[in-house]
């Protein structure tokens, strides 16, 4: 403090220049003009720091933070700021705020005069004033390390602030202040504020919330208890003094515990994948009743590994896309995961098309709980009752049938198989590939967001699609055929993959857990479909003109009589055992060969042997073909027929470490028989095996 018993002359000399500077500040302010953004402007710079996904109707559905530095949210206007929380800023901040023109000079002189007198220094800053300082970072209070503006400053304040009255109305300067002002720690804005301390809008402030913002504005980092000492001091100006109980007990409970929380979460992990920019609101192809549905279903089957997507059949585009029941955890639905069964629908889709088989066909099982009582005894299934129970060895069978034309197919759905008919899907790819099976063949890739040129690619022909989708319909407990397709992968009891349709959406389910789960994500699934279909059931497809129903009965009566959709011109009325079928003898399907012989006999060889093959048939290898065909009697010698018409194949190989995938292919080039098996082997470099000429047995 200045004592002017210390400096006696000098008190009159600087009470006269405070008041010249005074005067030159009232004369020079009135003329101010200072380059001022449009208000405009200023509210479309105010970028929030968060990203909003938007459902197609534009509801939100989840919300990321992009920008770090600062927590800002949406701009809101005047309108929608709650009347107490006005009246606590401009009784605390401004109260003659609509009666000046930026400066209350009156209040600068008090501050003024104070200041020259007293070292606790006394601020006279008008909102207009202080917003300016937020508009102009050389106005910014704290600037090159002072802890207060600079006289310069202050006065250039002054200057900005007159001509910021001169362009905005007051009712801008007002609303921007409040969207623009720092609050607490990173909070800007009374939008970031309202929420993070009170998890409310601006709209819905009362006023002890109103109280505890207001005083914020002069000490943003206060400590709590300081905070509800200024907003009952405030409730007592504003004579509301009932109000100060309540706002010091938010202030001692909310201001350090800032709720921080995304608003919206109801699908966080395709807003991780999908908002990048801070402020972006971007829309969706999502529909929100399809992901409150999806979601409710995932977190119902009580375990953490969960995740669900659902596609609208008609436009392809995804309605829900759940990566989890919880935002923590990863995104289940976008891991790739192996298929196993669920790409057979398409392998005796291409075989159908191509005629090689129909969904009478009768397919070989071998009896896993039998001992054949001669090695040629077989469990003969129709191709429909394969298809429908997923059985592995006549998969195997039509998955060598459509070859590479299955792998070609799924191409063009972006999807690579591996050997083996083998392929790793995310949910959303596993969707899409049943909703070309819903679309009569036709694929269209899924889409996220609307807009965008995607062309429609066939997969199968209209008719052996139905054939097929015909076979995958789910039945009831009675055996009645449901309105909707469903086919169910647990590869290893613990985890359980599921994909289907109806006639309007397709659905993708995975969840991981105990082992009951496989029943409840059944649940779980037909779940999202009734709730999908709660206004309009599901509806059968019709049949299209180029299939027929048959009566098709089985000699011997392996399965009972029906009707049976073939393709227009395949259909037959009775369907016999094959007779006599092409069969690799050895190697053994799924047999370890032990070839370490080949340490000290590098002459050693394995024997592929086939019976009963015909004229012209050959061998392939991992994809190669190798060896001579062989040829009936009466050729050059090299085969002979048997009494049942065949000749039997037999050809050395050097053997090579590693799982090998041997074919058994026909004088066309139709797969007849295929084993896998596994050398046990030196490991060292094997140039090309040698091969022996086919032996006469």
Known sequence: MFHSHVFPAFSPLLRQIALVLLGAGVATAAEATQPIPAFADVKSGATP??????????????????????????????????????????????????????????????????????????????????????????????????????IGQKWDQALAAQALEARWTKEQILEAYLNLAPFRGDLQGVHAAARALFGKTP???????????????????????????????????????????????LADNNLDRQQTAPRWELAPHLARQLLQHAGERLVTTLDADAQRLALAAVRRLGSGDAAAVVIDNATGDVLAYVGAPDAGQPDHAGILRGAGPLLLPFAYGVALERRQLTAATLLDESLANHAPTHPDERLWVSARRALADSLGEPAQVVLRMSGDALAERLRQAEVDLARGGLADL???????????????????????????????????????????GDIITALDADGNPQPFALRHYVPDGRESLLAGY???????????????????????????LRGLHRNQPAQRPLPPPGVVSTLVAFEPPVESARREWFIRGTEVDRVALPRNPP???????????DAMALVEDDSFRVHFEATRVPAGAGWRLDGERFGTPA?????????????????????????????????????????????????????EPVSKPAEDEPGQQ
């Open 203 to 249: 709209a819905e402030l009362g006023r002890p919330e109103a109280l505890i913002l207001a005083v914020l504005l002069r000490g943003p980092n206060a400590k709590p208890e300081m905070v509800g000492r200024r907003a009952c001091l405030l409730a007592e100006r504003l004579n509301a003094p009932s109000a100060c109980g309540p706002a010091q007990r």
């Open 631 to 683: 040829v009936a009697a009466g050729g050059n010698g090299n085969g002979m027929v048997g009494g049942n018409g065949g000749t039997t194949l037999r050809t050395a190989w050097r053997p090579v470490a590693g799982r090998h995938v041997l074919e058994l292919l026909g004088p066309d080039g139709q797969v007849l028989d295929s084993v896998t098996f596994a050398v046990r082997a030196p490991l």
């Open 49 to 150: 720091s968060v990203a909003v996904l938007l459902a197609r109707d534009g509801t939100p559905l989840a919300e990321r933070r992009i920008n770090t530095h600062v927590r800002r949210l949406e701009w809101v206007p005047l309108a929608n700021l709650s009347a107490p929380l006005k009246e606590a800023m401009l009784v605390a901040e401004d109260k003659r705020f609509f009666e000046h023109s930026g400066v209350d000079w009156r209040a600068f002189a008090g501050s003024l005069w104070h200041n020259l007198w007293y070292d606790r220094k006394r601020g006279a800053s008008t909102l207009s004033m202080q917003l300016a300082g937020l508009l102009d970072p050389e106005l910014a209070l704290g600037r090159d390390g002072a802890p207060r503006r600079s």
């Open 502 to 528: 109806s006639d309007r959406f397709s659905v993708a389910l995975w969840a991981g857990g105990s082992r009951a789960l496989p029943a409840q994500a059944g649940a779980a699934w037909a779940e999202i």
């Open 426 to 468: 995310g949910l959303l790819q596993l969707a899409g590939l049943y909703r070309s099976l819903a679309s009569g063949g036709q694929w269209l890739a899924p889409r996220l967001t609307p807009g965008g040129d995607r062309t429609p690619r066939r997969l199968l022909r209209v008719e052996s699609d139905f054939i097929v």
């Open 583 to 593: 069969r690799i003898a050895q190697p053994g399907n799924g047999m370890l060969v």
